[in-house]
């Protein structure tokens, strides 16, 4: 009798206690049932991500669950996907579920449901993987799965960057590595994408150097429509801490790209950037301790995929040769060249510096030379990959830092394109069978099209960092101004199926900028002007720099600077109704001269010779009949987009000027 007053009291403490919480049964504390009219979790605690195989258990820790509750996973944007799973188990302090085979891997809004009254737990990102026991190979000494929500993913091209192989219809793949560059990396499929990892695309995983030891890498794809998306070319962002380019950066093209992305993605515009290299500046890892790993924290949080290219600058300059010098990159970035696919487009990224800098040795920094050049192991690798592509129809595009041709303007107003690698000619050799290839680089700070063929074309694209961020520096010209007159900017290819459109897009304007105008007449580049802080010294150079402009203009002549000029652009410019003739001048762009050489001789510096202004490809000239008239202007583009300008004349020359 009294055992039985003992174990009333238990069952009544246990119903005070635990009752609110809807916990326990004191009959079956394994199987609580739920109370009637009470639902209360409590303690719950769901991880950050949950990897699970298909079909296996999801348990969620948890106090107040109980048998024929339902556990609902609501995806995260997408309120029409939604999963709900019975209870399989619960317990005082969890509730277990079998995941199954139907839900897919994303992030999740995860909810409790009894009856009609339902808990929010939390969200998470649930990532669905693939049995990944694979039998080593003989012979084989990396192998792997690839695959998405769990099963794996066929025809999926991996690589060691000599070797290239195909997953098989499990999505497994094995390789025989020497392990040289010490990854191997997968070319992401069409329609698919890969997290993020460590901040950057997880395409690719490190491996051990020994070529006895087998390793086992695994890749995860993500479902992805990106059969029309956007992606932006970003060249040469020589981040270093200097000149304040951390701010302007953060300002300018950050807070620009970041915005540009939102806005796309909201309207279900897959978005993606590329880095055409200089991502940071060698010689400043070191005097400024600002590291390739600094670029990467620098655009964590940006909101979308970077996928990113060695430049000269990227190579570290107290090692010699190409292969060590780049090993630090490959260490903090990834591999230095490889490919993925974006809907119907092939990209190939290249590396086409070969690193020399004689001297250079641990703690002293070297001339850092190099050849520009791709190197044959490269062009083997290429070969390999590019066969793996049986529709020679397929848009391939080539992302290199230094252009592959260079282009100027000769006296009679033609381009006159030139080889610009050592190996030009067997770059676009190994590309002779697609019919559609573009070529998109950096480096030179300027902007040019080369159209190499009806097959071939390239897109060389100014810079992130403009004149390496000399003009918008505190106390200079307040503008961001490439060597050309380009404003510093970046370009936006817009891809719809195999259909490629581009434009460039300064930083801070309007994307139908793609003209600046001046006035002849109102320019005059002197000491008195542009340098008054100079001693008489640098004030005497004045001249030298300022070349034709050093004298005021006096025949009404107007210059057009368009930035992102090729033949198939048509340049109109009336003057009361009258079309006047335009004239294409191998001309420097006067703004960039006032921006940069005169900032620098007004502080008694010598100008950079490599930052200086350089003869543009592509300003124009017109001559108008008064000093007064209003021209209209309309530039079209190779796509049919029309810009206009009503210029009102005369026109104001100065470092502030649009």
């Not at 994303?106 to 969200?123: E, Q």
């Not at 002779?432 to 030179?444: E, L, P």
Request: aromatic share 12%.
């Amino acid at each position: 009798m009294e055992m039985n007053k003992i174990y009333k009291f238990v069952c009544l403490s246990c119903l005070i206690v635990f009752g609110a919480l809807a916990s326990v049964s004191c009959e079956k504390p394994d199987t609580p049932k739920p109370p009637v009219d009470t639902f209360v979790l409590t303690g719950v605690s769901i991880p950050g991500t949950i990897s699970v195989t298909p079909n296996s258990n999801v348990e969620i820790t948890g106090k107040g669950f109980a048998a024929g509750d339902k556990i609902v996973f609501t995806l995260s944007g997408n309120t029409a996907q939604k999963f709900e799973f019975n209870v399989a188990s619960v317990t005082a302090n969890s509730v277990s579920i079998n995941i199954g085979s139907l839900i897919t891997s994303g992030t999740y809004n995860i909810s409790a449901v009894r009856g009609a009254k339902s808990i929010s737990l939390g969200s998470a990102i649930l990532r669905i993987t693939a049995n990944t026991t694979i039998p080593d190979i003989s012979g084989k000494n990396i192998k792997g799965v690839v695959y998405c929500n769990g099963r794996g993913v066929a025809g999926v091209a991996v690589s060691d960057g000599v070797e290239v192989t195909t997953t098989n219809a499990d999505g497994v793949y094995y390789l025989q590595s020497d392990k040289r560059h010490g990854y191997v990396f997968i070319s992401i499929p069409a329609n698919y994408e890969v997290p993020q990892k460590n901040k950057l695309p997880f395409f690719f995983d490190y491996v051990t150097s020994s070529t006895a030891v087998v390793d086992q890498r695994n890749f995860e794809l993500i479902e992805a429509n990106n059969e029309n998306h956007v992606l932006i070319a970003m060249p040469d962002m020589h981040l270093s801490n200097r000149n304040n380019d951390i701010s302007q950066f953060r300002a300018g093209f950050y807070a620009e790209a970041k915005a540009y992305s939102n806005q796309l993605k909201s309207a279900g515009t897959k978005f993606y950037g590329i880095a055409l290299g200089d991502m940071t500046w060698d010689v400043y890892w070191y005097e400024n301790s600002y590291f390739l790993n600094n670029y990467v924290n620098e655009i964590d949080g940006i909101g979308f995929q970077i996928f990113n290219i060695m430049g000269n600058h990227d190579n570290d300059p107290y090692k010699v040769m190409d292969f060590q010098a780049e090993s630090t990159y490959k260490s903090l970035i990834g591999p230095s060249y490889y490919s993925f696919n974006l809907g119907k487009v092939h990209y190939v990224v290249l590396d086409d510096t070969e690193y020399i800098n004689t001297g250079g040795a641990p703690g002293v920094i070297g001339a850092r030379n190099y050849n520009d050049a791709v190197t044959s192991e490269q062009l083997a690798w290429l070969q390999k990959d590019l066969a793996l592509i049986s529709d020679k129809s397929t848009p391939v595009v080539v992302a290199l830092h230094i252009p592959l041709y260079s282009a100027s303007v000769n006296s009679s107003g033609q381009q006159v394109n030139a080889a610009n690698l050592t190996n030009t000619a067997q770059v676009q050799a190994a590309l002779n069978a697609f019919s559609n290839v573009k070529f998109i680089s950096g480096h030179t700070h300027i902007n040019y099209n080369v159209e190499i063929s009806d097959k071939l074309y390239e897109h060389n694209i100014a810079a992130i960092s403009a004149t390496w961020w000399w003009t918008g520096k505190t106390g200079y010209a307040g503008n961001h101004i490439c060597k050309d007159g380009s404003p510093g900017g970046y370009g936006i290819f817009e891809i719809t199926g195999k259909d490629i459109k581009y434009r460039y897009k300064g930083i801070g304007y309007n994307k139908n900028k793609q003209f600046r105008t001046y006035d002849r007449n109102t320019i005059e580049i002197t000491a008195a002007k542009y340098t008054p802080s100079a001693n008489s010294t640098y004030q005497a150079k004045v001249q030298t720099y300022a070349g034709e402009y050093a004298f005021p203009g006096t025949d009404n002549t107007v210059l057009i600077n368009v930035f992102n000029y090729d033949s198939f652009c048509s340049l109109e410019v009336k003057e009361n109704g009258v079309v006047l003739p335009v004239t294409r001048k191998p001309k420097k762009d006067p703004l960039h001269i006032i921006s940069y050489e005169m900032q620098r001789l007004n502080v008694n510096a010598e100008p950079t010779s490599s930052f200086n202004t350089s003869n543009s490809t592509h300003i124009f000239e017109v001559t108008a009949s008064s000093a007064n008239s209003t021209l209209e202007i309309k530039l079209t583009d190779r796509y049919g987009n029309v810009y206009t300008e009503t210029m009102t004349r005369p026109k104001t020359f100065s470092t502030s000027m649009e």
